[in-house]
């Protein structure tokens, strides 16, 4: 008994079983890749391969309703365009319509489009239906005969047609002769390209998810950067510097790190963390994420103590004028030593003045000689508008100005400080999906020190994925390296280094973080992008605490 391929039924039963196993598997194969130029090369190639076809072409259907050649390939004639061969078809679209909105019938593949029906033409030569002239000149130049065709559009779930799959010159395996593509041939082709479609679509859906899940997280920043300026550069750049780390950490194949490696979706995962580490910012207020002196809140204060050394000058003149016109109704003539007692007053409040404005600006320590100056300073008394003799400066003031290192007391650093819980609680509530669990871990664990000391949970190293400590080592230098901050000058990179290897010393940052940091001269890479010219100075690594080449 005879099958409709010319086979015994018992083979062609065989065959069919042989394909649909081989089908299975291309489905499986599909879902599995994730890489869309790999995808579409991975339809066409298996297509190919089921029906025995010298060459093939992989079209995607574009908005404005044209034919995109998205692969090429013939075997005989060793031609691979598209795709992932990385060189590009130049040929241009094929138009679905004419500019009058006519349906475009006689080219292959926009009928398969049309109608949604595939196409199958035993020789394109003896075809009278379609337009073959662009393939008689490309055979002419070539020195080669197209024959058969099969033309299968691509239909998804939804049932919107993405796509052409064509395929040219089915062959004997034996002979090599073409043949017509065989009904069976067609109907498994048929079958994939369905499959191929539903895969292209979800594939499609889902890099659309990842682009408004990535969207979401720029809106973020965005928002942080409309509430404060200064945060926001911080918020960009920490990723990048994050994904400079690992890709180094990724590619190091020495110390204690040289068995840690990432994979993309690893890598992407520690992307999303970085980008949100700071999102809890968003609830902190503004005078304190902006606060750039000691006596900001709202507004800074120095504008109301330089108007409080204004009235002490008023009343030293005052006073002055007071004892010479005491002095007039007297005997006495003490004029001069009476002006040089006011200029001297008047010289004494001046430098007490420029002092508390010194004070007022944030550093990284504070004397116990400044702390003194602060509170004599402090002493001074002045009668108000209301005639109540008040304080130069008051309580609060004081503990201000006394802040020993930046610009937050203890109770702003507590504010500041909350953003990490903050941000843990946000991202905590976020149902991620499998690859994007340990966001929140990585992200939360920015301001833990390796000993133990940071917060919000004080961990320790060990209690720390390596994840988590590449985004405290990149927040740290960010900061050091920072020109936006209200509080600071941006630091040089051999006095951020300084720091940096300081804290390694401490136990602050991770060791072996730091040593590749150093090693592959990431601080440097980081500011050829990122840092001012004349942040970037030379550096003598002899003076680098904690430094020592890895050998």
């Known amino acids: 008994m005879k ?8 083979y062609s039963e065989k065959n069919i079983s042989n394909l649909l196993r081989e089908l299975n598997e291309i489905g499986i194969a599909l879902s599995a ?10 339809i066409l190639v298996k297509a190919m391969e089921i029906t025995n076809a010298d060459g093939g072409t992989l079209y995607s259907r574009t908005d404005d309703q044209h034919l995109k050649f998205e692969i090429l390939h013939n075997r005989s004639l060793n031609i691979h365009k598209g795709g992932t061969s990385g060189e590009e078809i130049v040929f241009y679209p094929i138009a679905l319509y004419d500019d009058e909105g006519k349906p475009n019938d006689h080219m292959v593949a926009a009928r398969a489009v049309i109608s949604g029906e ?7 030569y003896a075809s009278e239906e379609f337009d073959f002239s662009g393939t008689r000149n490309f055979d002419s130049k070539m020195g080669y005969r197209s024959t058969s ?3 299968v559009p691509m239909t998804n779930h939804e049932n919107d047609i993405i796509g052409v799959l064509q395929l040219i010159n089915a ?6 002769t073409v043949r017509p593509f065989s009904p069976l041939g067609q109907q498994v082709v048929e079958s994939l390209a369905s499959q191929a479609a539903v895969t292209i679509t979800n594939t499609a859906l889902i890099e659309a998810q990842k682009n408004l899940f990535d969207s979401f997280i720029q809106l973020i920043a965005d928002a942080i950067d409309e509430k404060s300026p200064y945060t926001a550069g911080h918020c960009r750049r920490v990723p990048v510097l994050t994904n400079m780390l690992a890709v180094a950490v990724n590619n190091f194949d020495k110390g204690p790190l040289k068995d840690f490696k990432m994979t993309d979706d690893e890598i992407y995962e520690l992307d999303v963390a970085a980008w949100l580490h700071d999102c809890g910012k968003i609830t902190t207020p503004e005078y304190v994420v902006d606060k750039g002196t000691k006596l900001e809140t709202i507004f800074d204060r120095i504008n109301m103590v330089d108007m409080s050394f204004e009235v002490l000058k008023r009343d030293a ?5 007071k004892t010479k016109l005491e002095e007039f109704n007297s005997d006495v003539d003490n004029e001069l030593a009476i002006d040089q007692t006011l200029q001297n007053e008047l010289s004494t409040l001046s430098k007490e003045r420029n002092d508390i404005r010194k004070y007022n600006v944030g550093g990284e320590s504070i004397s116990a000689e400044d702390i003194t100056r602060i509170e004599g300073i402090a002493k001074r008394t002045y009668v108000n508008p209301e005639g109540k003799t008040v304080k130069l400066l008051g ?5 201000n100005l006394e802040i020993g290192r930046g610009t937050l007391s203890i109770r702003e650093r507590e504010i500041i400080n909350n953003h990490v819980s903050v941000t843990i609680k946000m991202l905590e509530s976020l149902p991620y999906p499998k690859h994007l669990t340990r966001v929140p871990e990585f992200a939360g664990g920015h301001h833990e020190k390796m000993d133990g000391t940071g917060y919000p949970n004080k961990l320790t190293k060990q209690q720390m994925s390596v994840q988590a400590r590449m985004i405290a080592i990149a927040d740290v230098f960010e900061a050091l390296t920072a020109s936006d901050r209200p509080y600071k000058k941006a630091m040089t990179l051999s006095q951020s280094l300084t720091i940096l290897g300081q804290m390694k010393l401490d136990n602050h940052v991770d060791a072996d973080l730091f040593d590749i940091f150093m090693h592959e001269k990431i601080y440097l890479e980081y500011a050829n992008k990122h840092l001012s010219k004349k942040q970037i100075d030379d550096i003598d690594f ?3 605490p904690g430094y020592s080449p890895i050998q």
């Open 542 to 544: 002899e003076k680098i």
């Open 33 to 42: 890749e994730k890489d869309h130029d790999s995808l579409l090369e991975l």
């Open 3 to 10: 099958s409709f391929l010319g086979l015994s039924m018992e």
């Open 118 to 124: 595939t196409v199958n033409i035993p020789d394109a």
């Open 149 to 151: 065709f099969l033309t």
């Open 395 to 399: 309580e609060e003031e004081i503990q």
């Open 171 to 176: 062959t004997e395996e034996d002979s090599k």
């Open 317 to 321: 003149v005052i006073n002055s004028l």
